[in-house]
């Protein structure tokens, strides 16, 4: 195979990922954190719910946010914009055969999910 046709199979295959597979990545995410990770839990379970208080405030708070002030992790945005994306925050990296996606939001890290690994990162070429 001619060096050239394997240079255009990659760039094929990098604009695939950056098109397709990183708008498959946004769409499970955006249902795990509107859903609260039902979506992606396989048998409904939700996170563990605000304390009531907090609730209540949160909802009061944020009502003007993505979520309503209603979301688990979810209060201006700045954090669900950096994973789900575009958003400041998110660093997407797209080379011929492998989709990164990570975040530089300091707080990402504190976030605890029944996932052990952070956010629930895909392990299929994608990770976060």
Excluded: C
Aim: no cysteine.
């Amino acid at each position: 195979m001619k060096l050239e046709t394997m240079l255009d199979r990659g760039r094929a295959m990098q604009s695939f990922l950056d098109r397709n597979i990183y708008r498959i990545y946004q769409n499970a995410q955006r249902d795990r954190w509107m859903t609260e990770n039902s979506s992606q839990s396989g048998n409904g379970q939700k996170w563990e719910p605000l304390d009531s208080a907090y609730a209540t405030r949160k909802r009061r708070i944020y009502a003007s946010y993505e979520g309503g002030g209603t979301k688990m992790l979810v209060a201006t945005g700045k954090l669900y914009k950096a994973v789900v994306g575009p958003g400041q925050g998110q660093r997407k990296i797209v080379t011929n055969s492998k989709l990164y996606i990570s975040t530089t939001v300091p707080y990402a890290a504190m976030s605890t999910t029944p996932d052990p690994s952070p956010l629930g990162a895909r392990h299929s070429g994608t990770r976060s």
